[in-house]
């Protein structure tokens, strides 16, 4: 992406603890976060994912790392359904949930629905480029067979906040 997504987004139930459909993702959020934040030590745009398994347990993590690795599918999300597929030692992710801090793409919308997760769980809106309800539903398209649960703006804040002070931050360009 090469313009910070909109942070249009309002946050349902913005009070911890009364958000049933939210609050269970913060723990999980907040990892994803963390994630994001080390990204812009290569100059990548901070987005950050986990994979988390039927248990809970994290089975993967990435962040963007385009400009790390000079990979252009080097996404948080690609990045952090890699490492759990490798962790559970097949490509089906079933009952596991992606938690994203901002709203996947295409391609990683794509690499959603053909890693069969359960559900996927993100942050901020990308109006510009936002494929799991924005621009696109690529998860929910009906035609689908597989189509994963959604669960939106979950510390959208603080997932936008980041991106925010990243792209207002004077840095190089090539
Ligand atoms: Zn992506």
Redesign the pocket.
Known sequence: MSEPPSTGQTEAGQTEGTDPLRDPWRAAMRHALEEAARAPRTGDVPVGAVVLGPDGAVLGRGRNEREATGDPTA?A??VAIREAARAVGEWRLSGCTLVVTLE??T??AGTIVLSRLERVVYGAVDEKAGAVGSLWDVVRDRRLNHRPEVISGVLARECSALLTSFFRTPRRTS
């Open positions: 996404h999300e690609v996947p793409c391609m990683c």
